[in-house]
């Protein structure tokens, strides 16, 4: 039995690849991404326990751009596998909850340096084909940021297992950190492979076992992770991916009495509802469940008269339009005083003119495909309904095409009207709404940005006045859970900027940092007195 209190390799965080055009790098990732999309349909399973599981019934994996095309089936399950995912994770439970935490530890730490290397280009490539992100967007998440997950994870857990009370003299006062009692249930999003990743691994690497239930439009690049999981040694059913509709598995999950957990990431309408079930069923419970959240978004470009109009134009060409505006975090309003819009307005535009749009393939394609016809019926509702309004403008984009992909060109909407429609109300696509203020009204615009929107996940502020940064930073201070000084709403780094909101936002559990491990333990108290009293006579009793 090792007896040695260990210390965890340091986290850096991961160096993103550039992936320059003709490089190595890019030639061997393009390459993965040929073989895998040309290759012979797969069959991708539910991994419960040991086994994996197929059914009669699949569901088509196609690329947004290229939605004719099949990558594959996945095996759609029902009630039973559901179950049997909960069977399976609770028979794991002890083994896995009683594993020293270094050897938790060294897993994850090998699934991170797997991810760093042989897997890199193919978890890379399946993010490009089945979610239609370009090279970087893909690198910047499913290798990156799932990697840095894993590293400073490691070290978050350390850290709290370290975290001790005081002990006076004739006692040993200590914590322990127990795995919750019962089973997580892990519920993720199409848009981050590495959120999906992590839902599972964050809890697991607290000793809990996990059932998870992938988006169906991200079941391609999940596969790519049990896969990761298994090279790396995590135990079997210790982390359980079933692919069942979401009312199916609620209908088990919500009503079992070791449920102890749900980790999610999605919309605030699923989120909602999924609360107000475990609400219902609270009875059923052994422990009252531990529910982490991080949902929607209206997030905002706030800039000061005093701003460079340069850097204004380009917080907002990124911040909007990268991934489709498919992030959580995408600037999805932005607020422009008088003064700058003009130049702010010319800069924009010939950027946003200048973006190319198709495949991943093609890697100089700033712009790809949404995720799926859903997506793009919505996002062109909302285009077709600025197109209708008198006090709307449409100054770049405004047409789609989804008769090879799922393609619509990134959207700048100028309104007269701050609580018009677009500036309210997620879209969840390419679509940014302007609206142009009085350059002298500036803390009134920062009152009607905090009061416009029911979220609060990320903003920025734009401005070389500190005066103004001070009071921006003061005025919207819970506006967003993560708040940008001269820069885009997107981009948190594992590590640097723990990631979370509050509001309509989620539960602000900031994933990416120690609080939201902590979430997944359930702590014990243990007081040793060293010599009992022998008598139960206080001295003022004389």
Known sequence: MANAFFKTPTPINEPVKAYAPGTAETNSLIQTYKDMESQAPIDVPMYIGGEEVRTNTKKAMNPPHNHQHVLGHFNVGDESHVTKAIESALAAKQAWSELPWEERAAIFLKAAD???GPFRNRMNAATMLAQSKNVMQAEIDAACELIDFFRFNVQYMTQIYKEQPESLPGMWNRLEYRPLEGFVFAITPFNFTSI????CAAPAMMGNVVVWKPADSQVYSAQVIMELF????????VINMI?????????????HKDFAGLHFTGSTGVFRHLWKEIGLNLDK?????????????????MVHRSANAAEVATAMSRGAFEFQGQKCSAASRAYVPSNLWPEVKRIFVEQVNSFKIGTPAETSNFVNAVIDERAFDKIAGFIDYCKGQNDAEIITGGSYDKSKGYFIEPTTVVTSNPKFRTMCEEIFGPVLTVFVYDEHQFEETLELLDETSEYALTGSIMSNDRYAIQLATKKLVNAAGNFYINDKPTGAVVG???????RGS????????????LRWTSARTIKETFVPPTDYKYPFLG
């Open 114 to 116: 797997l991810l760093a």
């Open 196 to 199: 999906a990743a992590n839902l």
């Open 230 to 237: 298994k090279a790396a040694g995590v135990p079997d059913g």
């Open 243 to 255: 692919t069942v509709d979401g009312p199916v598995a609620g209908d088990i999950v919500f009503k």
């Open 285 to 301: 419970f052994r422990t009252y469940p531990r529910i982490v959240g991080e949902t929607g978004g209206k997030d905002f470009i």
């Open 496 to 502: 640097q900027q723990p990631f979370g909101g509050a």
């Open 506 to 517: 989620g539960t602000n559990d900031k994933a990416g940092a120690a609080m939201n491990l």
